[in-house]
């Protein structure tokens, strides 16, 4: 059995997979803000699992990584710093353990979801607790790209110079309108949501120039609510050099990264297989 971790912002989940994919068991829980008691949590919940006995695991962790060491240097809704995650599980487990950025494996999931070749370039945006996105080139992770962290770009709103997720992610819809993005029905606040989105995701564009987008997360997952204003928006602030690309919502908004967790597993496997490895 192969297992996936995603550690969110607000919660952390965990699925266990066979090796074609299937989920054979899940659970999640609140992700605690003192990493001392999130590892008290995380070992409880792996105790508590039917499935004990892993082959290979992938940790989805927010932030910056340093994938030499494995080890999670910044987390930034999480106050964590300098957390070796990769020697933590791998004495957890007991078997090899895989770490990359949670919105990069949610981009590959939803990119291979609609099929290799199809898109050379696709960019994969997550809108929940913060904002974070990977693009996907040729069907991998691109390496050029690996350490972007789009949400945190400074942009002006209202007068004031803000990180984007600041004033657009999920916290901000919550926060500024009082309600979850599942619970608003009121065109006028996702037009106001739609607009906040575009003034990043122009951006975004200009310096990516990705052939589709692929919006996800707990906003991105309502994509149909304000996918005209979006569109409108954008149209707005595009130019001859910036053009507008299909944007589509995600296939699986709230589980892309566990999917991809899944995915890196599978590639990883491959690579050890051709080469011989154990």
């Known amino acids: 059995m192969w297992l996936a971790i995603d550690i969110g912002g607000t919660k952390t989940l965990l699925a266990v997979f066979n090796k074609d994919g299937e989920v054979r068991e899940h659970v999640k ?36 990584i340093d994938y030499d060491k494995g080890v999670g240097l910044a987390y930034g809704n999480l106050p964590w710093k300098n957390v070796p995650l990769r020697e933590t599980l791998h004495d957890l487990l007991g078997c090899p353990v895989l770490i990359e950025n949670d919105a990069k494996l949610a981009a590959l999931s939803e990119a291979r979801h609609l099929g290799r070749g199809k898109y050379p370039k696709t960019l994969y945006i997550t809108i929940s607790t913060g904002i974070g996105g990977g693009l996907i080139t040729n069907g991998i992770i ?10 945190k ?23 500024r309108f009082g ?12 037009k106001l949501i739609a607009r906040d989105i575009s003034v990043g995701l122009i951006d975004v564009l200009a310096a990516y120039q990705p052939d589709i987008v692929i919006l996800g997360g707990p906003v991105g997952g309502h994509l149909a609510r304000y996918h005209p204003y979006l569109v409108h928006f954008l149209k707005e602030y ?17 589980q892309a ?22």
Do not use: C
């Open 257 to 278: 990264v566990i999917y991809g967790g899944y995915e890196l597993m599978k590639d990883h496997a491959r690579h050890r297989d051709k080469k011989g490895l154990i």
């Open 29 to 64: 829980f609140p992700t605690n803000h003192e990493y001392s008691l999130f590892l008290s949590e995380l070992k409880t919940t792996l105790a508590n699992l039917q499935h004990k006995d892993f082959d290979l695991a992938a940790v989805a962790s927010p932030g910056r």
């Open 179 to 190: 309600k979850m993005a599942s619970e608003i029905e009121d065109p006028a606040i996702w």
């Open 142 to 151: 691109d390496p050029f790209l690996a350490d972007a962290e789009i949400g």
């Open 238 to 254: 595009a130019s001859p050099l910036v053009s507008i690309p299909p944007i589509v919502q995600a296939h699986n908004p709230e």
């Open 153 to 175: 770009m400074v942009l002006e709103h209202d007068g004031e110079m803000q990180e984007w997720e600041h004033f657009a992610s999920g916290s901000a819809v919550v926060r």
